[in-house]
C-alpha cells in the first residue's frame, strides 16, 4: 500500500529491522510487532525477562511554582499527593468525562512533574495540557529528549542492576530514581504494562540502540528475549490494563473502564469533575467488564456482544491468553449485567459464540516478599 | 525460504499442488509468517464446493483473523483434520504437513492463472 505520509520512527529502529523485527504500523509510528514469536516473547516476560521498544511514547514536561496545581487541575488522580519520585496513573479528561487519554505522572520535584503520555495522543495531550495552564507553570513537549526501553519480567530487576550503581530493590512499586544506566543518565521506573515486575527506563534517544544492546547482553544468561508490541498487547490484556482506543477514549469514563481509584473528587477542582460527580451520583449506564470464552472463537475488538439473543454491548479487546490456556476479553455491558457469572454470547464472524463473564484481571504474578 | 517449483501461488498466499485432478492446497510460509503464532484454522467439510478466489475458511493467530481464498473451483475431497488439534503445524511446516484441504478440480485450466514458485518469491519480497 501507499504510504502517503512516512510513518515515525523511534531511536531503535535501525536495531530493529537489522534483528529482523517484523514491523507494522502502529498509530503512524513503524514499530515491531513481534521479533521471533509473540507467545514466546509473552512467555519470556512471564518467566524470565523481555525487552520493549517504547520510545514512540511521549513526554511532556510540566514545571514551576504552580506546576502541581496545573497537574492536579488536568488529571483526576491526586498529583498533590506524590512524594518526589513517587509516580501515578492518572486520566486526562474532557470536561464531559471522557478520555484525552490515560498518563503516568512522575513527580520529579515540587516544582516538576514528568508525565508520559500515548503516542497517537502526545500532540492532543500537550494542547489540552497547555490551553489549561490558567497557573504559573510552564508546559513543554520533550518527548524528542527521551527514548523509552521497557525491561520487563521476574528477571528484569537482576537484568538491569548489571548495567546501574543504582539500588534497584529500593525502588518501590510505581516510584523512580534518576542515576545512570550504561554509564549515561537515565530515569529508571519500577512500572509497567505487563503485570510483571520490571523497569521504564528513560535515555537521551542517542544513547538508546547502545543501552538495548547492552540490555540484551545482560539478560543473555536469563533467556532475555526483544519483545514486540503483539506481546506487549497480550501481557496488558491478561493483566487488565487499559489501551487507550480501546478499554478507554473521548466518550468513556474513568468509571465506566472501571478506573474509578484514579478519580479523586475530592482533590479540589479538575477538568471533568463536576461530570463525574454527576456520573458517580447517578450511577453509570454501562460498564467494562472481563469475559472468557466458553465455545471456540476469539472475541475480538469491535465484535457485538449479546445478552440472551439481544445486542447489548462491544468487546474493547480479545485475544487468546497465552499464560492461561484461554481465550479472554474485556466488552462493555449495561452496568446491571456487568458482574462476573453471566452468560454471554459474542458476534465472531457472524456467528453467536458462548462466552462468560469473569472476575479481573485475569492473570495476576505472585507476589515475592 | 524457498518456495517449492512444484506448487502454484496465488498473490492472497496460498498454495496448490495439483496431481491428476486433485489439488492439495495450503497456505504459504510468508503467510503463516506475517499471521504469527496461529491457534485456530476453519476449513469446509468435505462435498463442499469451493470456488477459485472466495473464501474457503480461515485461519487465526494470537493477534489476527484471515480468510483463506481458494486457489482453484472444486469439490472438497479431504480435510487435514490434524489440524484441529495442531494448528501450530501451520507454522512449522506450511508447505508440507499442514496443508488443508484436497480438492476435485473442476477447472484445471485455472492453474495457469496461479504465479510459479519464482514469480511468487518475486512479489513477496516485492510486498514486504
Given at each position: 500500500?501507499?504510504?502517503?505520509?512516512?510513518?515515525?520512527?523511534?531511536p531503535?529502529?535501525?536495531?530493529?529491522?537489522?534483528?529482523?523485527?517484523?514491523?507494522?504500523d502502529?498509530?503512524?509510528?513503524?514499530?515491531?510487532?513481534?521479533?521471533?514469536?509473540?507467545?514466546?516473547?509473552?512467555?519470556?516476560?512471564?518467566?524470565?525477562?523481555?525487552?520493549?521498544?517504547?520510545?514512540?511514547?511521549?513526554?511532556?514536561?510540566?514545571?514551576?511554582?504552580?506546576?502541581?496545581?496545573?497537574?492536579?487541575?488536568?488529571?483526576?488522580?491526586?498529583?498533590?499527593?506524590?512524594?518526589?519520585?513517587?509516580?501515578?496513573?492518572?486520566?486526562?479528561?474532557?470536561?464531559?468525562?471522557?478520555?484525552?487519554?490515560?498518563?503516568?505522572?512522575?513527580?520529579?520535584?515540587?516544582?516538576?512533574?514528568?508525565?508520559?503520555?500515548?503516542?497517537?495522543?502526545?500532540?492532543?495531550?500537550?494542547?489540552?495540557?497547555?490551553?489549561?495552564?490558567?497557573?504559573?507553570?510552564?508546559?513543554?513537549?520533550?518527548?524528542?529528549?527521551?527514548?523509552?526501553?521497557?525491561?520487563?519480567?521476574?528477571?528484569?530487576?537482576?537484568?538491569?542492576?548489571?548495567?546501574?550503581?543504582?539500588?534497584?530493590?529500593?525502588?518501590?512499586?510505581?516510584?523512580?530514581?534518576?542515576?545512570?544506566?550504561?554509564?549515561?543518565?537515565?530515569?529508571?521506573?519500577?512500572?509497567?504494562?505487563?503485570?510483571?515486575?520490571?523497569?521504564?527506563?528513560?535515555?537521551?534517544?542517542?544513547?538508546?540502540?547502545?543501552?538495548?544492546?547492552e540490555?540484551?547482553?545482560?539478560?543473555?544468561?536469563?533467556?532475555?528475549?526483544?519483545?514486540?508490541?503483539g506481546?506487549?498487547?497480550?501481557?496488558?490484556?491478561?493483566?487488565?490494563?487499559?489501551?487507550?482506543?480501546?478499554?478507554?477514549?473521548?466518550?468513556?469514563?474513568?468509571?465506566?473502564?472501571?478506573?474509578?481509584?484514579?478519580?479523586?473528587?475530592?482533590?479540589?477542582?479538575?477538568i471533568?469533575?463536576?461530570a463525574?460527580?454527576?456520573?458517580?451520583?447517578?450511577?453509570?449506564?454501562?460498564k467494562?467488564?472481563?469475559?472468557?470464552?466458553?465455545?471456540?472463537?476469539?472475541?475480538?475488538?469491535?465484535?457485538?456482544?449479546?445478552?440472551?439473543?439481544?445486542?447489548a454491548?462491544?468487546v474493547?479487546?480479545?485475544?487468546?491468553a497465552?499464560?492461561?490456556?484461554?481465550?479472554?476479553?474485556?466488552?462493555?455491558?449495561?452496568?446491571?449485567?456487568?458482574?462476573?457469572?453471566?452468560?454471554?454470547?459474542?458476534?465472531?464472524?457472524?456467528?453467536?459464540?458462548?462466552?462468560?463473564?469473569?472476575?479481573?484481571?485475569?492473570?495476576?504474578?505472585?507476589?515475592?516478599? | 525460504?524457498?518456495y517449492?517449483?512444484?506448487?502454484?501461488?496465488?498473490?492472497?498466499?496460498?498454495?496448490?499442488?495439483?496431481?491428476?485432478?486433485?489439488?492439495?492446497?495450503?497456505?504459504?510460509?510468508?503467510?503463516?509468517?506475517?499471521?504469527?503464532?496461529?491457534?485456530?484454522?476453519?476449513?469446509?467439510?468435505?462435498?463442499?464446493?469451493?470456488?477459485?478466489?472466495?473464501?474457503?475458511?480461515?485461519?487465526?493467530?494470537?493477534?489476527?483473523?484471515?480468510?483463506?481464498?481458494?486457489?482453484?473451483?472444486?469439490?472438497?475431497?479431504?480435510?487435514?483434520?490434524?489440524?484441529?488439534?495442531?494448528?501450530?503445524?501451520?507454522?512449522q511446516?506450511?508447505?508440507?504437513?499442514?496443508?488443508?484441504?484436497?480438492?476435485?478440480?473442476?477447472?484445471?485450466?485455472?492453474l495457469?492463472?496461479l504465479?510459479?514458485?519464482?514469480?511468487?518469491?518475486?512479489?513477496?519480497?516485492?510486498?514486504?
Amino acid at each position: 500500500m501507499a504510504q502517503s505520509v512516512a510513518l515515525k520512527r523511534t531511536p531503535l529502529h535501525a536495531v530493529h529491522v537489522s534483528m529482523g523485527a517484523k514491523m507494522v504500523d502502529f498509530g503512524g509510528w513503524d514499530m515491531p510487532v513481534q521479533y521471533s514469536s509473540l507467545v514466546e516473547e509473552h512467555h519470556a516476560v512471564r518467566k524470565a525477562v523481555g525487552l520493549f521498544d517504547v520510545s514512540h511514547m511521549g513526554e511532556i514536561e510540566v514545571c514551576g511554582p504552580e506546576a502541581v496545581r496545573l497537574v492536579d487541575y488536568v488529571t483526576t488522580n491526586a498529583a498533590s499527593r506524590l512524594h518526589i519520585g513517587q509516580a501515578q496513573y492518572s486520566g486526562l479528561l474532557y470536561e464531559h468525562g471522557g478520555f484525552v487519554d490515560d498518563i503516568l505522572v512522575h513527580k520529579v520535584a515540587d516544582d516538576h512533574f514528568f508525565l508520559c503520555v500515548n503516542a497517537a495522543n502526545q500532540e492532543k495531550d500537550f494542547e489540552h495540557i497547555r490551553a489549561a495552564n490558567k497557573f504559573d507553570a510552564q508546559v513543554e513537549f520533550s518527548s524528542g529528549r527521551y527514548a523509552q526501553i521497557a525491561v520487563q519480567g521476574p528477571l528484569a530487576l537482576r537484568t538491569v542492576e548489571r548495567l546501574t550503581p543504582v539500588e534497584l530493590g529500593s525502588i518501590g512499586y510505581y516510584w523512580f530514581k534518576d542515576g545512570t544506566v550504561s554509564g549515561v543518565q537515565a530515569r529508571i521506573a519500577r512500572t509497567g504494562y505487563t503485570g510483571e515486575d520490571g523497569f521504564e527506563i528513560y535515555v537521551a534517544p542517542a544513547e538508546a540502540p547502545r543501552i538495548w544492546n547492552e540490555l540484551l547482553e545482560a539478560g543473555r544468561d536469563f533467556g532475555i528475549k526483544p519483545c514486540g508490541l503483539g506481546a506487549r498487547n497480550t501481557l496488558r490484556l491478561e493483566a487488565k490494563m487499559a489501551l487507550y482506543g480501546h478499554e478507554i477514549h473521548a466518550s468513556i469514563t474513568p468509571y465506566e473502564a472501571d478506573l474509578g481509584w484514579m478519580v479523586k473528587l475530592d482533590k479540589g477542582e479538575f477538568i471533568g469533575r463536576s461530570a463525574l460527580a454527576k456520573q458517580k451520583e447517578h450511577g453509570v449506564s454501562r460498564k467494562l467488564v472481563g469475559f472468557e470464552m466458553r465455545g471456540r472463537g476469539i472475541g475480538r475488538d469491535g465484535y457485538e456482544v449479546r445478552l440472551d439473543g439481544l445486542a447489548a454491548g462491544w468487546v474493547t479487546s480479545g485475544s487468546p491468553a497465552p499464560s492461561l490456556n484461554r481465550n479472554i476479553g474485556l466488552c462493555y455491558l449495561p452496568a446491571g449485567e456487568a458482574r462476573p457469572g453471566r452468560a454471554i454470547q459474542v458476534m465472531v464472524r457472524n456467528q453467536a459464540v458462548d462466552a462468560e463473564t469473569v472476575n479481573t484481571p485475569f492473570y495476576k504474578r505472585a507476589k515475592t516478599a | 525460504m524457498s518456495y517449492p517449483e512444484n506448487l502454484r501461488y496465488t498473490k492472497e498466499h496460498e498454495w496448490v499442488r495439483a496431481e491428476g485432478d486433485v489439488g492439495t492446497i495450503g497456505i504459504t510460509d510468508h503467510a503463516q509468517k506475517e499471521l504469527g503464532d496461529i491457534v485456530y484454522v476453519d476449513l469446509p467439510k468435505v462435498g463442499a464446493r469451493i470456488e477459485q478466489g472466495k473464501s474457503l475458511g480461515s485461519v487465526e493467530s494470537v493477534k489476527a483473523v484471515s480468510d483463506i481464498y481458494s486457489p482453484v473451483s472444486g469439490e472438497i475431497v479431504e480435510v487435514n483434520e490434524s489440524l484441529g488439534q495442531a494448528p501450530e503445524k501451520l507454522n512449522q511446516d506450511p508447505h508440507g504437513s499442514a496443508w488443508l484441504v484436497k480438492v476435485r478440480m473442476s477447472v484445471p485450466d485455472e492453474l495457469k492463472q496461479l504465479l510459479s514458485a519464482a514469480d511468487y518469491q518475486t512479489y513477496v519480497g516485492a510486498e514486504s
